[in-house]
């Protein structure tokens, strides 16, 4: 049988046109939440009527780190931990984008946890999805900066000791103006985030619950892909507007899902244009329009 996506799916599936049907199937394994979430966010692009020319993704090292390769946009694939940075870049050179970012907590919030919190502080006009699958999945089952207490990893046999982050609160308490969680098996909530959060401006931060039905599941003994959708079902608790001080997440416990934050404030960009209006006047013209780049005289 052929590897290879037939070219009746090609033509006909609905999230065709912003996938890279030529490269399915894809690398995840089954059971995974990511291809859903990548569907989510498909399904939000068609919804939310972007100019796909003017769409990107920049995503780092890990298993959701191949979503940049799959989706049919302009994709960046950076090196470990230096997705958020990359997109810094390209959206102060080119702020007309639509720039997400897409990886996963070891990448962003471990490996890149500095750049996290420094683009969160500043607002920068990202929208960064992470989906949390509690785990280093591609490296070998290491132990994250998300997993759960208690939980078992390859590297903490014994359960883990360290406490981990609540990532909704560390996004809000450095200056996300946009924090919301779901799980990979809520697609319409998601899909209704993501198309929200296209809409809106600033760091915009979305993290997606999917833990790792590989070795995350094995290790911990928790069944198979069905057996985490299920707990899903029966343990998510949707409280929009929560206090992201009381969103931790406990080994197999509830999971509080929601939009947490959603507020308007200048980002980066524009805090940048007015100081530099006020402080240079005239001479002060962005390179290119509006961009991130100063030309001025002394």
């Not at 909704?168 to 969680?181: D, I, K, N, Q, T």
């Not at 985030?193 to 931060?205: L, N, Q, T, Y």
Request: glycine share 10%.
């Amino acid at each position: 049988m052929s590897t290879r996506t037939d070219d009746t799916t090609a033509r006909e599936h609905p999230i065709a046109p912003f996938i890279r049907m030529e490269r399915m199937p894809h690398i995840w394994c089954p059971t995974c939440g990511i291809g859903t979430v990548v569907k989510c966010y498909a399904t939000a692009l068609a919804d939310s009527g972007v100019d796909l020319d003017k769409a990107c993704v920049v995503s780092g090292i890990g298993c959701t780190g191949r979503v940049a390769g799959y989706m049919r946009l302009d994709g960046f694939h950076s090196t470990h931990g230096r997705a958020i940075p990359f997109a810094t870049g390209l959206k102060l050179g080119r702020p007309e984008l639509l720039v997400t970012v897409f990886s996963g907590d070891g990448d962003l919030v471990g490996i890149g946890g500095n750049h996290f919190i420094h683009a969160a502080r500043r607002n920068m006009d990202l929208l960064v999805v992470l989906v949390n699958n509690f785990i280093y999945g591609m490296t070998g089952g290491q132990n994250a900066p998300t997993t759960p207490l208690t939980a078992h990893s390859s590297t903490m046999p014994f359960g883990n000791f360290e406490r981990p982050f609540s990532l909704p609160h560390l996004a809000a308490s450095c200056g996300a103006s946009y924090v919301a969680r779901w799980t990979c098996l809520q697609v319409r909530q998601l899909t209704w985030a993501f198309a929200e959060a296209i809409g809106r401006k600033g760091f915009r931060f979305i993290e997606v619950i999917a833990p790792c039905s590989t070795l995350y599941a094995r290790l911990n003994k928790l069944g198979s892909g069905l057996d985490l959708m299920r707990f899903y079902h029966d343990n998510v608790e949707i409280r929009n507007g929560a206090d992201t001080r009381e969103v931790d997440i406990g080994y197999q416990e509830k999971i509080v899902c929601g939009k947490f934050r959603d507020e308007e404030r200048p980002t980066y960009l524009e805090l940048m244009h007015e100081h530099y209006r006020k402080t240079l006047g005239d001479r002060y013209v962005p390179m290119p329009p509006e961009g991130g780049l100063i030309r001025g005289e002394d």
